[in-house]
């Protein structure tokens, strides 16, 4: 997979193979082809929120916002 690949992009991608897989229009061929491409999009998708989840709860794990509360005055 592109280094530079991003999240959005290969969503988009994914809904294009979709799209084209349902069609019906493809050889079989070129299901198989576009297939195999689309699960190694999802798989990336997968991981992508995979590693943001993690991000999220070491976040939330790590919360300081009782360092912003408002003064009283």
């Keep these: 997979m592109d280094e ?4 959005e992009n290969a969503l988009a991608k994914l809904e294009t193979i979709v799209k084209n897989l349902e069609s019906g229009d493809l050889s079989l061929e070129n299901s ?3 297939y ?5 999009l999802a798989r990336f998708c997968h991981d992508q929120i995979k590693n943001a989840e993690a991000v999220i709860v070491k976040l939330m794990k790590e919360d300081t916002l009782e360092d912003f509360k408002p003064k009283e005055e």
């Design 36 to 40: 195999q491409e689309g699960m190694e």
């Design 4 to 7: 530079s690949m991003t999240f």
């Design 32 to 34: 198989l082809t576009a």
